[in-house]
């Protein structure tokens, strides 16, 4: 298991942008994907973007697709997600996750072990 913790939240315009970290404990941290989620009031959580552990294989949600980029520093134990042209739709808790695992890109939430606490964007209009 390894321990997640997000940063870099907050209030931001329509348009604009926000960079995403997720800082993780462990050693091992280069053998987990790991995928980044979010989750708006009353809406279940859904998924934005996961990476594999080389970092090689990326995979994202259509509805952000072309706005948001993950990537991730094995050697910072750091996971970012940079999101550019951000809508007020983009508003949510989010959340990153990892699961131990070699290769794979995962979308649902019950397959990832370890969650962060979260952190707040808002998108004004």
């Known amino acids: 298991q390894v321990q997640l913790v997000e940063s870099g939240g907050g209030l931001v315009q329509a348009g604009g942008s926000l960079r995403l970290s997720c800082a993780a404990s462990?050693?091992?941290?280069?053998?987990?994907?790991v995928g980044w989620f979010r989750q708006a009031p009353g809406k279940e959580r859904e998924f934005v973007a996961a990476?594999?552990?080389?970092?090689?294989?990326?995979t994202y949600a259509d509805s952000v697709k072309g706005r948001f980029t993950i990537s991730r520093d094995n050697a910072m134990n750091t996971v970012f997600l940079q999101m550019n042209t951000l809508k007020p739709e983009d508003t949510a808790v989010y959340y990153c996750?990892?699961?131990?695992?070699?290769?794979?890109?995962?979308?649902?939430?019950?397959?990832?072990?370890?969650w962060g606490q979260g952190t707040q964007v808002t998108v004004s209009s």
């Open positions: 462990g050693r091992t941290f280069s053998m987990y994907g």
């Open positions: 990476i594999s552990q080389s970092g090689a294989r990326t």
């Open positions: 996750a990892a699961t131990f695992s070699i290769g794979a890109l995962y979308s649902r939430p019950d397959d990832y072990a370890s």
